[in-house]
């Protein structure tokens, strides 16, 4: 079945800097690939997803790039800031419709 | 309501008693989801329904784990004979169809003592 690894776990960043998350995948079926934000002790929350169709995809901060070859994609988070301070999970779906979430990043944004 | 409903919140269980999640997903939704989150881990599936259908339930732990969606919207999570490891936050969530966003509901943190 369908693997995804997440790195890093955690991730220290200076206000301002730019954030890279990066996840793999083991099912080469895999078409459809979310990135989620969850603050604590709330629910996740999607802020950017890519299909197996495209290779980038970005919104205002937030970028997400497929390597189908490799099979990884990553998240961007350029210019942080304190409020994108939260657990990021990515996660991927196959075909057989289940979305399997990596294991989290959290992400500290220092002011 | 506009979003996914979970209920009951917060759930404390004594060891060896059912208990039954209830969620209520966005009205129209094909899909739905239900996950089990322990604390500081990803959401680790658990199975999947297309309307009424169980499609897969591949991540249930055990047999004492029971889910069903009777009318293709409502959906519980049953767990007999609760043990102390299926403490955790289990989150449900709904999509139009497949590979599209998913809403989650806020969790159910269920304590088993």
């Known amino acids: 079945g369908e693997n995804v690894e997440q790195h890093p776990s955690t991730l220290s960043v200076q206000e301002g800097d730019s954030a890279v998350i990066k996840c793999t995948y083991s099912d080469s079926a895999s078409n459809y690939f979310p990135w989620y934000k969850q603050e604590l002790g709330k629910r996740p929350q999607l802020i950017i997803d890519?299909?197996?169709?495209?290779g980038e995809k970005k919104d205002q901060r937030i970028a997400v790039t497929l390597n189908k070859t490799a099979k990884h994609f990553s998240l961007h988070i350029t210019e942080t800031q304190p409020e994108d301070s939260a657990v990021y999970f990515c996660a991927a779906m196959g075909n057989t419709d289940k979305l399997i979430f990596g294991t989290g990043t959290r992400l500290q944004v220092f002011p | 309501g506009a979003g996914v409903s979970q209920s009951p919140r917060y759930k404390v269980a004594k060891r060896g008693q059912d208990v039954a999640l209830r969620c209520d997903p966005i009205s129209g939704h094909v899909s739905l989801f239900w996950y089990q989150q322990a604390l500081g881990q990803g959401p680790e599936f658990l199975t999947y329904?297309?309307?009424?259908?169980?499609?897969?339930k591949s991540g249930l732990p055990s047999d004492r784990f029971f889910a069903e969606r009777p009318e293709g919207s409502v959906s519980t999570l049953k767990i007999q004979r609760t043990q102390q490891e299926d403490s955790a936050v289990y989150l449900c969530a709904s999509s139009f169809v497949r590979a599209t966003e998913a809403f989650f509901g806020q969790g159910t943190r269920l304590t088993v003592v």
């Open positions: 890519i299909r197996s169709n495209v």
């Open positions: 329904f297309q309307n009424e259908a169980q499609l897969d």
